[in-house]
């Protein structure tokens, strides 16, 4: 299994290095009977055998006990059901206590922890909170970032090495110097609210490096960066794309808001999401005839890298806010002052914290 390398141990609390396990929480599977969720050990056989390893539950049990072991438990958060998410921590407390050598980690949003609502781990634990980046954290990130990417492509012939990386710093600086000019003018508060998510400044970035342009407010953010993941970056490299960037939304944003409001989960089965993609495909007005959807859905893994392909069985958002905003987008498109029902149903859930906001700025 996976080690921490040597010279990172000691700043993780570790003196010879610890064999790492990662398990989603989403991914946890119930034991025969269907009733509890199955011990660690054979959870994490099971999540390998999903990834064409075969490794017994029996091995990973005696991993767990002979030597120190880091167990990375990620994404509380993503189990939408509020029963559901009680009794995986329960589990987590559990599985704690069954294995005294191994240390664990578990993620979540804030949002999906929530002491008030009786989902909370009851073993003792120290809890840390991922902070946004701050303003001298972002000039930081953009000066890194541009400078990796001016000097990752190859000098100009003929033109002398040390005076071409000269300039290529340059411009990163000059780039980094103006993005953050515009991002701390008073009117571009928006976009300031989502550059302290790396994420998300990441994309600006590459908007910025690519396309000299920068949205003005958060929504029209996350349609520049859908319409460049989806469409813009292949075109830049001369490839056609399979879908418009529009008319890949008008798939996307009803399948989202499907997963959101119907399945209430970041992962659906690929035959369902096949099913529910189609049904939308079919009703696009193309000169060219629509891709269909395992083929759309293969292109938005491997390609525009929206979906991920979780082990063959399912997809889900690399990032989870791109589902959100299309969620809300679809909310205000399919009947809003009926669907203002499902949000008055949904208030104060923190699966609809980030949708329902969006449906009232579009409004």
Not at 203 to 222: G, H, Q, S, T, V
Request: a neutral charge; glycine letters at 4%.
């Amino acid at each position: 299994m996976p080690c921490v390398p040597l010279n990172q141990s000691p700043k993780l609390g570790f003196a010879t290095p610890p064999k790492v396990f990662y398990l989603p929480l989403r991914e946890l599977v119930r034991d025969k009977r269907g009733i509890n969720f199955d011990l660690l050990p054979a959870n994490l056989a099971h999540w390998a055998r999903k990834h064409h390893q075969t490794i017994a539950a029996e091995l990973f049990e005696n991993w767990l006990r002979s030597g120190i072991s880091l167990v990375l438990l990620d994404g509380l958060d993503e189990i939408s059901n509020t029963e559901e998410r009680k009794e995986v921590c329960r589990w987590i407390d559990g599985a704690w206590s069954g294995f005294s050598k191994a240390r664990f980690v578990v993620t979540s949003r804030a949002t999906g922890y929530r002491k008030e609502e009786g989902i909370e781990l009851e073993a003792d634990h120290e809890r840390a909170d991922v902070q946004d980046f701050t303003p001298q954290q972002q000039e930081r990130f953009l000066r890194s970032w541009f400078t990796a990417a001016f000097l990752g492509k190859p000098s100009t012939a003929g033109s002398e090495e040390a005076e071409w990386e000269r300039r290529k710093r340059a411009e990163a600086e000059e780039r980094t110097t103006t993005m953050v000019a515009h991002l701390n003018e008073e009117k571009h508060k928006g976009l300031r609210q989502l550059a302290v998510i790396p994420m998300m400044l990441q994309i600006m970035a590459i908007l910025w490096k690519d396309r000299d342009y920068m949205p003005e407010n958060r929504l029209k953010l996350y349609e520049a960066s859908l319409d460049y993941l989806l469409e813009f970056r292949d075109k830049r490299r001369s490839i056609k794309p399979l879908l418009s960037a529009p008319h890949a939304r008008q798939v996307l944003a009803p399948v989202s808001l499907w997963m959101q409001a119907t399945l209430q989960k970041d992962e659906a089965p690929r035959t369902e999401m096949h099913t529910a993609m189609q049904k939308w495909l079919d009703t696009l007005n193309t000169q060219a005839t629509p891709p269909d959807a395992p083929a759309f859905c293969d292109f938005l893994v491997k390609r525009a890298g929206l979906l991920v392909d979780s082990g063959d069985k399912e997809y889900l958002f690399r990032h989870k806010s791109f589902r959100e905003h299309l969620a809300g987008v679809q909310l205000k498109e399919d009947r809003p002052y009926e669907q203002l029902h499902t949000l008055v149903t949904h208030f104060g859930e923190d699966w609809w914290t980030e949708p329902a906001p969006l449906f009232y700025r579009l409004g």
